[in-house]
């Protein structure tokens, strides 16, 4: 993505279930902040007021019946209004995004395991996010089923939501997906191990953010 001296970063926090995505986020958002950088900390599903609204029919399952595809769009819908009303802006304003989930989800979940091709999955992207792209994505790596358990005790007996609540196989290949992804744009992604005590999993996170960007 190119970039003036006023432009922000972009990062992103990719993996399956229970890996601490939302934990880690939060963590680099706040050692950002703390370290003078303007934030902007936001999520997909959501991160807009439209986008929210279709998280809660996605993870409540009301898409699904519809197949994958349909899922795939309407992810592709929400993801549009983020960028747009929110993700862009905070860019353009200097501001470092830091995202919990992002188009690598979709390429996972629907697109390798739900089995949409990758050439919509891709006009989706081109329709959606354009060029931009991370600057910067972590892909935090769990055995799946470790990462259900995870899950399932955070929810402390609540219904698992629509993607919680797939087997323990489709969890397996959705990590592998974000393996393959990390395989193909070394680039842009990092792996880090998730099954390390979370303070372990942060500075391995922290010390990728400093050698790449140097906040």
């Not at 003036?4 to 939060?26: D, L, M, P, V, Y």
């Not at 986008?51 to 769009?73: K, N, T």
């Not at 972590?138 to 402390?156: H, K, M, N, S, V």
Request: proline residues 5%; charged residues 25%.
């Amino acid at each position: 993505m190119q970039r003036g001296i006023e432009i922000g970063r972009f990062i992103t926090f990719e993996g399956g279930e229970g890996s601490g995505k939302s934990t880690q986020a939060g963590i680099l958002a706040n050692r950002l902040s703390r370290a003078g950088r303007a934030v902007f900390a936001t999520r997909e599903p959501g991160g807009s007021p439209a986008a929210e609204e279709i998280r809660e029919a996605l993870l409540a399952g009301e898409i699904s019946q519809f197949g994958p595809l349909a899922e795939a769009v309407m992810f592709a819908v929400a993801r549009g209004d983020h960028v747009d009303t929110a993700i862009k802006e905070s860019l353009q304003e200097g501001k470092w995004v830091v995202c919990d989930r992002f188009v690598d989800s979709t390429r996972a979940y629907q697109g390798v395991t739900g089995g949409v091709p990758r050439g919509l999955i891709n006009a989706l992207e081109q329709l959606t996010v354009g060029a931009l792209s991370p600057d910067v994505t972590f892909i935090l790596d769990l055995p799946a089923d470790e990462g259900l358990a995870r899950a399932q005790a955070r929810a402390e007996g609540a219904e698992p939501d629509r993607f919680e609540g797939q087997e323990l196989m489709t969890h397996e290949r959705i990590r592998r997906a974000f393996l393959d992804i990390a395989e193909e744009e070394p680039g842009r992604c990092i792996v880090v191990d998730a099954s390390q005590p979370e303070a372990m999993v942060a500075e391995d996170v922290w010390e990728a953010v400093l050698r790449r960007l140097n906040p």
